[in-house]
């Protein structure tokens, strides 16, 4: 009992079964892992075994069990089931007790309650598909649909994305897991058009961009959404609503649609853990879908070059940076020579968890192709890392995602930071990139170096490792394109040599830092395309 006690304030649950006696005895928290009250115990080791999920294809009978455990303890995860019929996931040990002679006489086990994290797994998995089917697409109608369906049935019963067109919400994406059912939503879509003035709702969502939970749909909700129309009531209730998530899809300058997900036949809820993953969700595919409307503006770029460089060039170029209290930043991006548009570029976010993320990237190769090929570099980046992965993480998957058969083909050299306000650590990784710079309060400039790294699409299957270095107040970092340093026939060690002289002498203020290195570097103005961002750590 002592051993029980200690396991419980570590959160874990035991029992044991005496194979002699039948008699079963359970700890006082494990009852509440099954939906149970606190000291609840089976009648017997069968009514235990049937509040495990039936279809995991664990073995149920003591004989069975004893045999598996012939080699030693099993450790295995299993989904309780709770008297409402729902699971939750718990880790399970196992383990056999015998006596003198070698006799089975005792089973015993330990069980913890791991649903957040199998949840979080899960939703991880469903957003890293999600995320590759948004970034595998350049048509937005085949884009959202097939998004849809895949967060039908495990995120929804249903899904609907709306976008705005000529001020209403124009139903773009729909997927059920009942067709009937998907049907009836466009009945209601058909006959019902969206208040645009509505209080509640998408039209709500999509003007405040405040997103929406509605853990319980109870009937009076009901009532009032139809506003005394008893046929619209009729059909509200036939759809069987039981809990709904709107949330908004924001794009860079403001909303453009929004994401409804509804919980219906399953019986299933939605609570504020499944709303924050909706709004991720969301947000990836706001960046899908303006990644996707820039791959149409390139394509038509591609056929009239002329007419569409200066478009191209307005909506490609780095977005204003950001202002934060967490970094002091400053930049500078020009097109090299007589190109109207350039491969190069930088980027500077900041991930729902807080962490900041700058990149740096130079695509081989000029002109629209190249600005093709950059556009889906730098909004694949983007979108991984808002998906939470690391940046060597974020490198790999994206190597060899491209297609090269696309109009734009070529490779990239990328410099990915990822910099955590609250530990002061950077996290880099390099895809080819030439090092970024870090300075010191005392003045001394140091790489963030490792091993050479091939750029991205070169080598495929290549798995990029990443640094940590932990930073200081007044540390400066550069992050710049070789058109910064790069001179026709000089080993670029002395180039990059010229640069650090350069730094270890300029002013604190990021953007002094920037005019001083375009003033003292003979390289500049140059025929390469050109990049360069400073932070600086306050």
């Known amino acids: 009992m002592i051993v029980a006690s200690a396991l419980a304030q570590a959160g874990i649950a035991s029992w044991e079964y005496d194979l002699k006696t039948g008699e079963l ?38 004989g069975e069990i004893v045999a598996a455990l012939g080699s030693g303890p099993v450790e295995v995860e299993r989904r309780a089931v709770l008297p409402d019929g729902s699971m939750q996931w718990t880790h399970n040990t196992y383990f056999l007790m015998r006596d003198d002679s070698g006799e089975p006489v005792r089973l015993a086990g330990m069980m913890s309650d791991i649903q957040d994290r199998k949840r979080r797994e899960q939703e991880d998995e469903l957003l890293h598909h999600a995320t590759k089917v948004l970034m595998g697409l350049v048509d937005w109608n085949s884009t959202l649909q097939a998004t849809a369906d895949v967060l039908v049935p495990d995120l929804a019963d249903w899904c609907v994305i709306d976008l705005l067109r000529d001020g209403i919400l124009e139903p773009v994406a729909r997927a059920h897991t009942d067709v009937e059912k998907l049907r009836l939503a466009e009945a209601i879509q058909a006959e019902y058009p969206p208040d645009m003035d509505a209080a509640l709702g998408a039209p709500n969502v999509l003007r405040t961009g405040v997103s929406e939970l509605y853990m319980e749909i109870p009937d009076e909700l009901l009532v009032s959404v139809a506003e005394g129309d008893q046929r619209l009531l009729q059909i509200l209730r036939e759809v069987g609503y039981r809990s709904v998530i709107v949330v908004p899809l924001r794009g860079r300058k403001a909303v453009i649609g929004t994401m409804t997900l509804v919980m219906a036949d399953s019986g299933r809820g939605y609570d504020e853990a499944a709303l924050r993953f909706a709004e991720r969700v969301g947000d990836q595919i706001a960046v899908a879908l303006e990644n996707a409307q820039l791959h149409a503006r390139v394509s038509e770029a591609l056929d009239r070059e002329r007419a569409a460089v200066d478009t191209l060039q307005r909506g490609l170029a780095p977005d204003p940076l950001p202002d934060m209290d967490e970094l002091d930043l400053a930049a500078h991006y020009e097109i090299g020579g007589t190109n109207n548009v350039g491969g190069d570029w930088y980027d500077v976010f900041t991930r729902p968890e807080g962490s900041i993320c700058l990149v740096i990237g130079d695509v081989v190769g000029r002109g629209i192709p190249a600005v093709a090929s950059m556009s889906r570099y730098r909004n694949s980046l983007r979108a991984l890392m808002m998906e939470g992965h690391s940046p060597a993480r974020a490198l790999t998957i994206l190597n060899g995602l491209n297609d090269h058969d696309a109009p734009g083909k070529g490779f990239a050299t990328v410099g990915c930071v990822l910099f955590d306000p609250v530990d002061r650590t950077l996290a880099w990784s390099s895809a080819g990139h030439p090092p970024a710079l870090l300075r010191d309060g005392a003045g001394q400039v140091g790489q963030l170096w490792r091993e050479p790294q091939p750029p991205l699409d070169v080598v495929r299957g290549f798995q990029y490792d990443e640094g940590r270095i932990e930073v200081e107040p007044g540390n400066l970092l550069v992050l710049y394109t070789d058109g910064l340093i790069e001179r026709r026939g000089e080993s670029i060690d002395v180039s990059i040599r010229r640069l ?15 005019d001083q290195l375009l003033d003292r570097l003979p390289t500049y103005p140059s025929e390469d395309d050109l990049a360069v961002l400073v932070a600086r750590f306050p």
């Open 500 to 514: 650090v002289d350069a730094l270890e002498s300029a002013p604190d203020s990021p953007k002094a830092v920037v």
């Open 25 to 62: 005895w359970w700890s006082d928290n494990a009852g509440p892992l099954f939906g149970r009250h606190e000291g609840f115990t089976p009648a017997g080791f069968e009514e235990a075994i049937a509040m495990m999920d039936p279809g995991d294809g664990r073995p149920s009978d003591i």
